[in-house]
C-alpha cells in the first residue's frame, strides 16, 4: 500500500520562500501521476499542480510563474517550490498520488502553509 508523507510547511513572510515535500512508499511510484492541493479555511479544497508520469506538469491559474512541482522517482519524492508567496497562499496543503487501470488514489495528511508578516 502506497503511504505518502508531507513535510516542509511552516510560516514565512509575504514574497518568501518554501519548499515542500511529499515522500511515497511503493516500488510503483513512478507509475502515479503525483499532485498538490490546497484547502484554505472555510473554502473548498483545489487542486495546485500535477506531475505526470511521463513528466508533464499542470498548474492552477493562480500559482503560474511562482510555484513549481518536481519529482524524484528515485527518491520517491515530489516536491513544491512555492517562491513569491501571498498571504492568500495560506492553507494546508496535501499531497495526493494516482493512476489508472484501474483508479486508485492516495492521500497525505497535509502540511500547514502561513504566510504572514
Known amino acids: 500500500q502506497v503511504r505518502l508523507v508531507e513535510s516542509g510547511g511552516g510560516l514565512v513572510q509575504p514574497g518568501g520562500s518554501l519548499r515542500l515535500s511529499c515522500a511515497a512508499s511503493?516500488?510503483?511510484?513512478?507509475?502515479?501521476?503525483m499532485a498538490w492541493y490546497r484547502q484554505a479555511p472555510g473554502k473548498q479544497r483545489e487542486l495546485v499542480a500535477f506531475?505526470?508520469?511521463?513528466?508533464?506538469?499542470h498548474y492552477a491559474d493562480s500559482v503560474k510563474g511562482r510555484f513549481t512541482i518536481s519529482r524524484d522517482n528515485a527518491k520517491n519524492t515530489v516536491y513544491l517550490q512555492m517562491s513569491s508567496l501571498k498571504p492568500e497562499d495560506t492553507a494546508v496543503y496535501y499531497c495526493k498520488a494516482w493512476k489508472f487501470g484501474p483508479y486508485i488514489d492516495y492521500w497525505g495528511q497535509g502540511t500547514q502553509v502561513t504566510v504572514s508578516s
Open positions: 506531475i505526470a508520469s511521463s513528466g508533464s506538469t
Open positions: 511503493g516500488s510503483i511510484f513512478s507509475t502515479y501521476t
